[in-house]
């Protein structure tokens, strides 16, 4: 499956974006899917992921309350919605897709990944 990110930018803290990551290739509905960022000289992190049919979440502390993640696998596209965002969500952001269909915050458990978008919070 191929994974193409979207939707990163500029944006001041406490303003709010929506990545969106469109698959292509196999429907997306066979992977847990998740989003992982990294930061300028960090390692990739965690953010949130979901399983098959939506129905789980889980989140990273750090964005807890303030990040949605969802999917639609009928237009096999997943989303992050991103509110309230803060200078620290500055970040490279990954879709990833994990043929378990659990949903897992391992990156390592993800097979295939897009190119990355990247978020901008401007203090």
């Known amino acids: 499956v191929q994974l193409q990110a979207s939707g990163g930018g500029l944006v001041q803290a406490g303003g709010s974006l929506r990545l969106s990551c469109t698959a292509s290739?196999?429907?997306?509905?066979?992977?847990?899917m998740g989003w992982f960022r990294q930061a300028p000289g960090k390692e990739r992190e965690f953010v949130a992921t979901?399983?098959?049919?939506?129905?789980?979440?889980y989140y990273a502390d750090s964005v807890k309350g303030r990040f949605t993640i969802s999917r639609d696998n009928g237009k096999n596209t997943l989303y992050l919605q991103m509110n309230s965002l803060k200078p620290e969500d500055t970040a490279v952001y990954y879709c990833?897709?994990?043929?378990?269909?659990?949903?897992?915050?391992?990156?390592?458990?993800?097979?295939?990944w897009g190119q990355g978008t990247l978020v901008t919070v401007s203090s």
């Open positions: 990833a897709a994990d043929p378990l269909g659990v949903g897992v915050p391992n990156g390592s458990e993800y097979d295939y």
């Open positions: 290739g196999r429907t997306v509905s066979r992977y847990a």
């Open positions: 979901i399983n098959r049919i939506g129905g789980s979440t």
